[in-house]
């Protein structure tokens, strides 16, 4: 079952092998989130509700036996803002022990826990202050991370305070560019706002909303060492892949700096970062280009380009510097084709096994994502592993999945030629790379 495009190369011991999900996009009912809110108002940029989503939230044990069953050794989840504190300062305790039976549950079965407190979800009220932009907001967030720690401790080692805070930050002004505030509540009736375009290249990212998601990151890992100084606390970066055209390479300096980078360079004092990568995005002088003409795309429209990982790996880690480990935290394709999804991944995993032959410090790989879900808007992009019927919620693994977890199992993924590596052979003893620590 194992099939790998060259001799494969061997992990490090400890290396991560698993796959991500969010928790808004597989719990379902996620009735007090501001997404919640902006999807069940009519006339906003939501073509689809979220509604039940995958049913996580009560099918969670049957994931894990999954994902444990096919091979893997790491789960990344999150656990919901919204849930945990659906109204200020009141805390559900029943939400506490439901996330904390999370974990129980994923270390009982041989899955590492990489936990995400936030991922684009905040609770309703946190937005109807103004959400991020908002005085304040850093303490309200790291008020949250001090209830996680009761999630989180003892057991979990990998905590994810923030996702993609560079599309939080893009987010913030697509969302207020559709007339919306935050939590929906001042959305135009219906039919006020024909023909909404949420396109992030059209939009500059909101530096206050930038600046607050800093402080909040930092306040929340200050909170979660103070509980346990050997948490390794990191967050995960939407990696663009950014590639300048020729003459281009300052306008893509300045184009990525508020987009990706200084996302990045927040990270250097962190225990990890998390890299996020799809695809890439070329950048020319004026600005960022359209996906080659006849280019291949994925049901999310973006070009079939999975190099990306690594190049956003190797970018990751010279910007960030040495000392921070790289996490592969989200990787994947939204498509209808599983095959395409093994081909896709397949050269995407080269591309990091490239990287980790070059000495970059990557300890784990999280395909994006374990089931089909909610990608925020449509359930048609499918990015899983795992197929979820819409209508009873079985799960059906992919073939993907079991080739992926047969990788996991054996510890190897494929290979590239390395440098100074001319036939494509790995070097004699150079199987393993770097063990992580
Ligand atoms: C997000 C996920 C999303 C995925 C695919 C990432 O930006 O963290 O929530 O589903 O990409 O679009």
Redesign the pocket.
Known sequence: MTSLTGPGLTLPEGFLMGAST?AH?VEGNNVSSDWWAIENRPGTFVAERSGDAADSFHRWPEDMDLLAGLGFNAYRFGIEWARVEPERGQVSRAAVAHYRAMVRGALERGLTPVVTLH??TSPRWFSALGGWASPGSADLFASYARVATEILLPGVRHVATI??PN?IALMHSLIRGAGLAADGATAPADGERPGVTLDPGSVEPDATVEQALIRAHRAATAVLKAADPTLQVGWTV?NQAYQAEPGAAEAMAAYARPREDVYLEAARQDDWIGV?A?TRHRIGADGPLPVPEGAPTTL?GWEVYPEALGEAVRHTADVVGPGVPVLVT?NGIATADDEQRITYTTAALASLASALRDGVDVRGYLH??ALDNY??GSYRPT?GLIAVDAETFARTPKRSAAWLGALARAGRIPDVPGPGDPDGRPAAGAARVRAAG
């Open positions: 969010s996009q991922h684009f996702n993609e599309m939407a996020q799809y999310t989200e994006w994502s990608e925020w990015f």
